[in-house]
């Protein structure tokens, strides 16, 4: 029996020797040896810059190491003993880079690099209000930029004037985002001033008024208000019918005569207020249609001169001229896009666009001199992307798609570098603030309001 | 348990009232000393008093022994390796004894067959009978010691995980492509399972190969039988068998991927050769190198993360018998625990989510002699299995370990949020392992039989009868408790301040249950007459038997009635041999069955066999001429074995297939108008019946060689077989619409498949003064073809499964890669998108010019091994004794396939493999050579290359020193001291090394993909003592 006891505890000791594998990395900082700073790397760069610090003995152990350009304290990433790896954070200015290491004892190692960090604006997509919960899920919160929330933001317009941004919510209200206050406010929703589907807003040529469209869900009747407007002067506070029509998705005041021209569903008909002689009364004319028999939603954008507008319907771009001497747009031409869907940057009809919707018109210096200065930017929905479209007809994609996923998802959430890094998540409204040089874009998927600015 | 205590009980009683028989006697003290032939002293020796088992002592280092007993009763001495003695006592008080070495000569070996014990010189059907001693497996089920061990067995093992480990078997190969391959597995009668029996308690272990030995089962025979007796009680003083071993399992292979360095860089290489953007920037890439982003670039090495180097498996038995004339019993119980190789997290204290299986087994069986002539025999044997495994299924886990790639996602993000890719396969192996719950599998078994052996010599002499019933148990139990953490992942790019921007991928899982249970019962009614006749030199001999079983099962079958009835079998079966001068035997075996699956007319089946041998070293003239020849039999069997077992899983069989079966039909007939619907539903079958489908059979013959030279120094067997299986049940499903079977196909017996092959086994044994070596060595062959099968005219013979291998592999012919655009502007269209140089370009086998399904031929062979080889060396020296056991396996040959292999073939799901690394792969530009072993990799899968083809076959054959072990037995002057019969200390090596042309993981695991739990390579100390 002595012989079962003794090696039973043999194969004991056999059993204990197999110890468990730690999961967590152990911090290698040799407190006995010195730490060495020798050099970092790169030595200018803009936000997002991975900034690497190279020596010794650093430690491994994240959270015992700072670095600070300036003031400005950097995200450490990683450390492996010989290098550390930081982020360059936005907002930063250039200056000494300084690396800060808490020892055991509660003397840290501090050095300052000789050289300055340089500090490069750039062109970045950011975030400028909106979030979720953690199941993704959002709804309509007012409050201040961290409280406040999106549930569907489908396009944006900016007024430049008291610098506040309206976000339609698609079918559900008109949201305003006070800029200065950094303050965001519900100025309509569903079911006020019978508004039953809200889809877009325009801003009048002098700013100072705001068209609300709605599809109220009429196929003939004019029975309800299809356009709406408030006042700047009444804070934007009061709604003011403006036509009774059927379903109305966009209107486009023209930026010169101030007439407004707007759309329907049926046959993507293009239509023109026009005044009663007798009673003023605004009544529509039907101009023409765009898609024949489909029923469509459009989209109306003028050219900041008034010369031609350009009619966005899904895949295509039709172009259609002012005629300054009827005073009403001529029946279209298409000039970007099939009626095929795709994500290809080419010229004219050989472009591809997957759901083209709101766009701008945006000056490109380049341009200067020649008949049209601007280049047109839209949101193209289903490829992720924001692309713009040159007088020539040439389209590019600007921004959006970028780091995909391993699986080649393009969609998601990410801020950064327009076309290297960002990505969006539905894009749909776009507005530019000339002044400022800053893209507004409205995310449905997202739920959030993005950037696109040079900081 | 109350039959234990009632068998207990039964015992003490016969055993008291013989005692209390005797007590009127004179006692006397005898004593003397045992010596063996050479007159040296025997120490050690049992001396008992014949019917007195308590009463045994052993002889001390002189030989001597004291004993007291009563006048003209029986003294019995016994020793291991010398032939027992008994005195009478009479008035002489020393009674000296010389005891004579026991010597078994090849012609008077007993084998166990079909119908009884059986002089093996008298057999003349194809047996195996397997050496105990050479089975050796430190696991938990003797399965795994029959490759390479067995002559005429082809085994695999599949996955060496705890509890799951078995291997599959198969008697001379797979002969049917049709419903049941698996061989009948009868253990003291009655069929029961081989995967958990206890090694120790078994005696005998035949198996029965041809059909002169097999045709009795009739319906079951038809894949070959093995046959296990366990052992009984010895007419001795109690014997205490003790064992205790201690396994270190590691593993054979351990497929090595890459590091998370080499995968970026990969992945980057198959992007940027289908011009597509590189994925990592060479900034990314020295991130992951310098390990500086453990959040984004975590570089883990999944499978050493939570695999362990290696598992314990402790294995111990305890086992007594004895008894006297009246009684004897033969109890034992034995405990396994296999511990399993996962990383699991020890600070978990409440429940283990490792795998692991724990078994429990017992088993009693007693002898009672009833009368002089009646002997009844009770058995009482179970098992208890559980098997612990991880929350996470088998699949996902091995899937998850091998489908993250180093760089996809840490453990836990820094923030401490669990990082996760989603669910099931797709979630962190840290959540499957370690978080995920666990499942509970436990299986009961409890075995009871009784034997009653009536000697009806008053009757006529030689004339016996033996009834048996066995009464099975079983029952399975599940229960799985499952939860998981939310999982979140991480986006490519930090947000603007550097912090990470994760998002949810699976959401929290609060603990949830799966439970089921099922159970089944098996009753077996048996009867046999026997009747042996000797007059002169003719031996005749009969047997009679009939059997009835009947078998349910409740696997959830809700209110399906016809699974619900029990499953009844009905046989007569009968041998008559006949023997002349231990020369000439001649055998009529037959089974006469019915089965429930087939109509009226079709339900009985008779099996006959006939088989004969001729034992040439019998006759005078080579007795005379060669007298090195011991044994040399020439034997010859042939007949036909049936089978009913026609489909469905072993729970739920297809039943009574000559009935229809009705449903009531959708929507049915409207008899109203259009507007006021009133409708009604007719029946229609939902299964046709097959009302004229009977027995499939196999027709076999067997031609065999028994031999034995020098004085039993060589002997061994070898056969040649022919099997031919006709009338395997097939669905007929080429049968045109017209016929009007609305879709329902009826099955009909109509697939063939012939069987050829060999097995034979040898043995040499040679004594060099105290040293004693012996070679032996096994081989089984088996190659099978389909001679016809269910299926519809081809314009292609090779795209047929008739005259092919069952389970033929099959695919395209690769020509290797395409060399350049020129090649492939010259080469045949292939039908599987676009291609570029380093593409596998394909044989166009029917020269249509394209290349497509039509092309496809069989390639390599089976997955299953179609040869299975074994040869060993044994040496005993003293008390040291050595062997090694090499086995092998052939003539087989697999797909790989999986993302494991096919590289980036689901994106970045699948990690890679160091062999695309390492070996010969096209590189453009680099090594465009047109016979790598890689072709071009490609991001997202190619379907063109990654295609079942030759190119992707791999021949599994291997060599491996399956056991390699070494024991010392004490010395009895020191072991005898303690009060120890024998002592043996030992140690066992198993699968120590493999030769394989594969290397990627162990060539005999059936995985296709490497993703399945790695086969061990164990090494075990052991210990068994005797007392």
Redesign the interface.
């Known amino acids: 029996m002595h012989?079962?006891f003794v090696?039973?505890l043999?194969?004991g000791s056999?059993?204990y020797a197999?110890k468990?594998?730690d999961?967590i990395?152990e911090d290698k900082y040799d407190p006995g040896k010195p730490t060495v700073f020798s050099d970092f790397s790169p030595k200018k760069g803009a936000?997002?810059t991975?900034l690497?610090i190279y020596g010794d003995n650093f430690g491994t152990d994240?959270s015992r190491v700072h670095v600070y350009i300036g003031e400005r304290e950097?995200?450490v990433?990683?450390?492996?003993g010989?290098?550390i790896?930081?982020?360059v954070?936005?907002q930063t200015s250039t200056g000494q880079v300084r690396v800060v290491i808490d020892g055991d004892s509660g003397t840290p190692v501090e050095h300052t690099f000789n050289d300055p960090f340089t500090y490069i604006k750039s062109t970045?997509v950011?975030t400028l209000v909106g979030n979720v919960d953690?199941?993704?899920n959002s709804s309509i919160v007012d409050g201040d930029f961290e409280n406040a929330r999106f549930s569907y933001p489908a396009w944006v317009t900016y007024e430049p004037e008291s610098n506040v941004l309206f976000v339609t919510e698609l079918d559900r209200a008109v949201r305003r985002i006070d800029l200065n206050a950094q303050m965001v406010s519900t100025l309509i929703t569903n079911g006020q001033a019978a508004f039953t589907k809200m889809q877009t807003t325009t801003l009048s040529a002098n700013k100072d008024t705001l068209f609300l469209s709605d599809d109220n869900g009429n196929l003939t009747s004019r029975t309800k208000v299809a356009v709406a407007y408030t006042l700047r002067s009444e804070n934007y506070r009061r709604v003011h019918p403006y036509i009774y029509d059927p379903a109305c998705f966009s209107t486009a005041p023209h930026p010169v005569t101030n007439e407004m021209f707007y759309n329907g569903l049926q046959g993507i008909g293009i239509k023109k207020a026009i005044p009663d002689p007798v009673t003023g009364e605004l009544l529509p004319k039907l101009l023409f249609r765009v898609g024949g028999s489909t029923n469509q939603s459009s989209l109306i954008f003028f050219h900041p001169s008034g010369n031609y507008a350009y009619i966005v319907s899904y895949t295509r771009i039709y172009k259609s001229i002012y005629n300054w001497e009827t005073r009403e747009l001529e029946p279209p031409i298409l000039f970007a896009g099939s009626a095929t869907g795709g994500d290809v940057d080419a010229i004219g009809t050989s472009a591809r666009i997957g759901r083209g919707y709101q766009g701008v018109f945006v000056k490109n210096p380049a341009y200067a001199g020649q008949a049209d200065e601007y280049d047109f930017y839209f949101c193209d929905q289903n490829n992720q992307s924001i692309r713009t479209l040159s007088p020539a007809g040439v389209v590019s994609t600007f921004a959006g798609k970028?780091?995909p996923?391993?699986?080649?998802s393009v969609k998601?959430?990410?801020?950064?570098d327009p076309r290297k890094?960002a990505?969006f998540a539905d894009p749909t409204g776009i507005d530019y603030d000339a002044q400022r040089k800053i893209f507004y874009i409205a995310e449905r998927d997202n739920k959030r309001i993005r950037t696109i600015t040079v900081e | 348990m109350k039959r234990i205590i009632f068998i207990l009980i039964a015992v003490a009683g016969v055993v008291a009232g013989a005692s209390a028989q005797d007590t009127a006697r004179v006692a006397v003290t005898i004593t003397g000393t045992v010596l063996n032939e050479q007159k040296e002293p025997l120490q050690g020796v049992t001396v008992a008093v014949k019917d007195q088992p308590g009463l045994g002592i052993s002889t001390n280092e002189n030989g001597g022994y004291s004993i007291t007993a009563n006048k003209y009763q029986w003294l019995v001495f016994s020793y291991v390796g010398y032939e027992q003695q008994e005195v009478l006592i009479k008035d002489a008080l020393r009674i000296n004894v010389t005891l004579k070495a026991s010597e078994q000569k090849a012609m008077d070996e007993i084998v166990v067959t079909a119908l009884g014990r059986q002089k093996k010189a008298t057999v003349t059907g194809a047996i195996t009978t397997v050496d105990l001693t050479t089975l050796k497996t430190p696991t938990s089920s003797i399965t795994n010691a029959l490759a390479g061990n067995v002559s005429g067995v082809l085994a695999m093992q599949g996955s060496g995980q705890p509890g799951s480990n078995s291997s599959e078997f198969w008697i001379r190969g797979i002969s049917t492509f049709g419903a049941g391959t698996s061989a009948l597995v009868l253990v003291d009668g009655f069929e029961r399972s081989l995967t958990e029996i206890n090694i120790e308690d078994i005696e005998s272990f035949t198996v029965l190969k041809d059909a002169s030995t097999t045709a009795i089962y009739g319906s079951r025979g038809a894949n070959g039988v093995v046959l296990i007796t366990t052992k009984k009680g010895k007419m001795d003083k109690v014997s205490i068998n003790?064992k205790?071993e201690?396994s270190?399992n590691t593993r054979t292979f351990t497929p090595q991927f890459v590091d998370g360095y080499t995968y970026a860089g990969l992945?980057n290489e198959a992007r940027v050769t289908r011009n597509e953007e590189a994925?990592y920037t060479p900034?990314d890439l020295t991130?992951i190198r310098?390990?500086?982003?453990?959040?984004l670039f975590p570089d883990i090495s999944w499978m050493d993360?939570f695999l362990?180097?290696?598992a314990?498996t402790?294995r111990t038995s305890l086992n007594f018998d004895g008894g006297g004339a009246l009684a004897r019993y033969f109890v034992s119980g034995s405990y396994i625990n296999e511990g399993g190789m996962y990383?699991t997290?020890?600070n978990l204290k409440n429940y283990n989510t490792n795998a692991n299986y724990k078994r429990w087994n017992y088993r009693a069986n007693v002898d009672m002699n009833l009368t002089q002539t009646t002997l009844v025999r009770v058995g009482v044997s179970g098992s208890l299995g559980k098997q612990n495994l991880p929350g996470g299924t088998y699949n996902e886990i091995w899937a998850s370990l091998m489908g993250q790639n180093p760089i996809?996602i840490p453990?836990?993000y820094?923030t401490g949020q669990v990082a996760s890719r989603g669910g099931a396969e797709k979630q962190n192996p840290?959540v499957l392992i370690t978080q995920q719950g666990y499942i509970e599998n436990w299986e009961n078994k409890i075995q009871t039989n009784v034997t009653l052996e009536q000697n009806l010599r008053f009757i006529t002499p030689g004339l016996r009868f033996v009834g048996r019933f066995g009464y099975d148990n079983n029952n399975k139990n599940y229960i799985r408790r499952m939860k998981w953490p939310e999982g979140w992942i991480a986006?490519?790019?930090?947000?603007?301040?550097?912090?990470l921007?994760l998002?949810?991928t699976i959401?929290e899982q609060l603990l949830t249950q799966t439970s089921d249970a099922t159970g089944d019962r098996a009753e077996t009614l048996q009867g046999e007459l026997h009747y042996t006749k000797t007059l002169k030199s003719h031996t005749l001999g009969g047997i009679v038997q009939y059997t009835q079983e009947k078998k349910v099962n409740t696997s959830n079958y809700g209110t399906d009635i016809m699974q619900g009835i029990e499953r009844r079998n009905q046989r007569l079966a009968g041998r008559l041999t006949y023997g002349y001068q231990s020369r000439y035997f001649f055998d009529i075996n037959f089974g006469y069955n019915g089965s429930e699956n087939f109509a009226t007319g079709h339900q009985f089946g008779l099996f006959p066999a006939v088989s004969g041998a001729w034992n040439v070293a019998e006759e005078k003239l080579i007795q005379e001429n060669l007298k090195w020849m011991n044994m040399f039999k020439i034997r010859y069997s042939y007949g036909r074995v049936g089978n009913d077992y026609i489909g469905g899983s072993d729970n739920q069989p297809i039943r009574f297939p000559y009935l229809a079966e009705f449903t009531s039909t959708a929507g049915g007939y409207n008899w109203g108008d259009l507007e006021s619907n009133n409708s009604y539903s007719g029946l229609t079958y939902s299964r046709i019946a097959s009302n004229t489908i009977t027995w499939e059979v196999s027709t076999k013959h067997d031609l065999g060689l028994d031999f034995s030279f020098f004085n039993d120094q060589f002997s061994g067997a070898l056969d040649y077989f022919h099997e031919q299986r006709d009338g395997i049940y097939m669905e007929r499903q080429y049968i045109p619409d017209i016929v009007g079977l609305r879709g329902q196909d009826p099955r009909a017996n109509v697939g063939a498949t012939l069987s050829k092959g060999f097995d034979g086994q040898v043995k040499f044994s040679q004594q060099i003064n105290k040293l004693t070596l012996t070679a032996r060595g096994t081989m089984t062959y088996s190659r099978n073809e389909i001679l016809e099968a269910d299926e519809q005219y081809s314009n292609y013979p090779y795209t047929t499964r008739a005259g092919f291998r069952v389970n033929q592999n099959k695919g395209l012919v690769a020509l290797g890669l395409f060399k350049d655009y020129d090649d492939i502007r010259n080469s045949p269209t292939q039908n599987f998108g676009r291609v570029a140089p380093g593409d596998i370009k394909y044989k166009d086998i029917n020269g249509d010019g394209t290349i497509d399904d039509n092309d496809i031929v069989a390639v390599g062979a089976t997955r299953y091994p179609n040869l299975v080889y074994g040869f060993g060396l044994s040496a005993n020296w003293k008390g040291f004794d050595a062997s090694v056991l090499f086995q092998g396996a052939g003539k087989s040959s697999f797909f790989i396939n999986g993302f494991t292999v096919y590289p980036f073939s689901q994106?970045?799901w699948g990690n890679i493999l160091t062999d695309v690394v390492n070996s010969n792969r096209w590189i453009l530009g680099e090594n465009e050579d047109p016979n790598a072993t890689y072709p071009r990799l490609s991001y997202?899968g190619s379907a063109n290359n990654y295609r079942a083809s030759s190119y992707w076959l791999r021949e599994s054959s291997y060599m491996r020193v399956k056991t390699v072990d070494a024991g010392y037995t004490f010395p009895k002057v020191f072991t005898n001291r303690m009060g120890i019969k024998t002592?043996r200390v030992y140690f066992l090596g198993t699968n120590l090394f493999t030769f394989s042309k594969f290397k990627m993981w162990d060539p005999e695991m059936n995985s296709t993909n490497g993703q399945a739990y790695p086969l061990a390579k164990t090494f075990t100390?052991g210990?068994t003592?005797n007392l």
């Open positions: 012989c079962f090696f039973i043999f194969f056999f059993f197999c468990d594998k999961l990395r936000i997002r991975r690497y994240i950097l995200k990433v990683g450390a492996n010989k290098q790896y930081c982020w954070p936005g970045t950011g953690e199941l993704g970028g780091s996923t391993p699986d080649g998601g959430y990410i801020d950064g890094e990505r | 003790g205790y201690a270190y992945m994925f900034e991130l310098n390990q500086l982003d453990p959040d993360m362990k180097p290696g314990v402790q990383e997290d020890e996809s453990i836990k820094s840290w986006e490519r790019q930090r947000e603007s301040n550097g912090d921007r998002r949810r959401t994106g970045d997202g002592m100390l210990l003592v």
